[in-house]
């Protein structure tokens, strides 16, 4: 019995000394916690209500990305960390406020040509347009210009270009139909046999050399053939040649293609053009004006527009491929370049730059091909209602535009460049103060074609 009492004293004291041991190692981590415990700001509730600190850090040693193999951070370090977190997040929010000013900067502006334009709607319709479709010559010609400068309305712009074009040509909807008909005859030709419901676009031939060799063996002024062979030889090259061109016309619209809701219109226009006018047939850019012109009005319109505009004084010999013609435009640009923007020319002249490595493709394509469309658009209104030396402010202007890539590229780089001006970032109001601070005198730059 007492060596019972004795064996179960012993117990107790061991484990009151286990005990003892367990609340020594507690109170010394509970020391040592304490110890490791940093200090938190006076106002960190206040920090944390607002939004200001997204993390709460406890203690050094609490922090997710910090190695467990490293010593804790000091509270110098923790806040420090916290100081440039909130710095970046200022910065953040600055960013994002300036873009949504910026946003509400470029929406109000939007706007404002949104109202401009309907306005301007109403003038064209009620004042402008009635008077000159009476009597041309008594058109407010200054008027006109001021109101072009803000760009035409799309509801009228169709109407105004057919106007500024007018039609010397004497084209009417018959005629169209006529050659409509020429064209479905070289086009049954250009797919491939039997003929399928859907159009084929495979020609395994060198089109361009066969459409040149064709054009070149016929004389130049006159429409009629040698033969009726002749004739539907130069018709279905031409046709595959504008099949073949439709497919890089405007892609990124997705409407002239095949399947395209205007696919069949461009065809139709294009094609009754070169039956029309055999002796220019299909020059590359045709594809470009036609479906500009399809954009803004129906397809018989835009034939007969095609056929005015191509048959100007300034635009025939590039056509024709005049190579008596040619050459004066192209000198008289690069008198102009020498004349106003002389580095340029100097560094052209120098590395074999001239303007025949981008006017003739500027100038049959109107700058459908080299800009964005919202800015061709407003230069073919502006070419229309200025008339052809609107062209030539313009080419100096892309030229000024880019010209501190320009005035430091080779030969190789600058035709590049030319080449893909569709995908260079163009601001549309700087572009237009380029070309607003570019005079040029007609009579000055008629006195340069006639060198």
Same mark, same amino acid.
């Given at each position: ?45 206040? !920090? ?21 193999? *490293? ?44 109202? @401009? ?89 060198? !089109? ?8 070149? @063996? ?12 002749? %004739?539907?030889? !130069? ?58 012109? !399809? ?17 100007? %004084? ?25 004349? *106003? ?24 394509? *109107? ?28 080419? *100096? ?41 570019? %005079? ?12």
């Amino acid at each position: 019995m007492s060596e019972t009492t004795t064996n179960n004293n012993n117990n107790n004291n061991s484990n009151n000394n286990y005990n003892n041991n367990n609340n020594n190692n507690n109170n010394s981590n509970n020391s040592n916690n304490n110890n490791n415990q940093c200090e938190l700001p006076e106002n960190y509730k206040e !920090l944390v209500t607002t939004g200001k600190v997204e993390k709460l850090i406890l203690s050094p040693s609490s922090s997710l990305d910090r190695p467990k193999t *490293l010593p804790p951070k000091s509270q110098e370090e923790v806040l420090k960390h916290q100081r440039e977190y909130e710095e970046i997040q200022k910065k953040a929010k600055k960013t994002l406020e300036r873009e949504a000013k910026e946003k509400e900067k470029l929406d109000a502006i939007r706007k404002e040509k949104e109202r @401009s334009l309907i306005d301007a709607r109403k003038v064209w319709e009620e004042e402008i347009i009635p008077v000159w479709e009476k009597n041309s010559k008594k058109r407010d010609i200054k008027k006109i210009k001021e109101l072009s400068w803000r760009g035409l309305p799309p509801a009228v712009r169709g109407k105004i270009w057919r106007l500024c074009i007018g039609n010397d040509l004497r084209v009417t909807d018959e005629l169209f139909n006529i050659f409509l008909g020429h064209a479905n005859n070289a086009y049954n030709k250009t797919t491939s046999p039997p003929l399928k419901s859907s159009r084929s676009h495979n020609i395994n031939i060198d !089109l361009r050399q066969a459409n040149n060799s064709i054009h070149h @063996s016929r004389s130049p002024m006159n429409t009629s053939t040698d033969g009726e062979d002749d %004739v539907l030889d !130069l018709e279905t090259t031409n046709m595959a040649l504008i099949l073949q061109d439709i497919q890089d016309t405007f892609p990124s619209l997705m409407i002239f293609q095949k399947g395209g809701p205007l696919h069949s219109d461009l065809i139709d226009v294009l094609g009754a053009y070169i039956c029309y006018r055999p002796d220019i047939g299909y020059v590359p850019g045709m594809t470009f004006l036609a479906a500009m012109f !399809l954009l803004n009005m129906e397809k018989g319109e835009a034939f007969l527009s095609l056929s005015n505009h191509i048959n100007s %004084v300034c635009f025939l010999p590039f056509f024709r491929q005049d190579q008596s013609g040619i050459p004066k435009y192209l000198a008289a640009m690069d008198s102009t370049v020498e004349a *106003l923007t002389p580095p340029l020319h100097k560094h052209f002249k120098d590395i074999g730059i001239s303007a025949k490595n981008y006017l003739v493709d500027w100038i049959t394509t *109107l700058f459908s091909k080299a800009l964005p469309l919202d800015i061709a658009t407003r230069i073919w209104d502006l070419v229309f209602i200025e008339g052809e030396i609107f062209i030539y402010r313009t080419a *100096l202007s892309i030229l000024r535009y880019f010209i501190s890539d320009l005035i430091q590229a080779t030969y190789d780089e600058c035709i590049d460049l030319f080449n893909k001006l569709p995908q260079r970032k163009i601001s549309e109001d700087k572009l237009f103060d380029e070309i607003h601070s570019i %005079v040029l005198d007609q009579k000055k730059f008629d006195k340069l074609l006639e060198k």
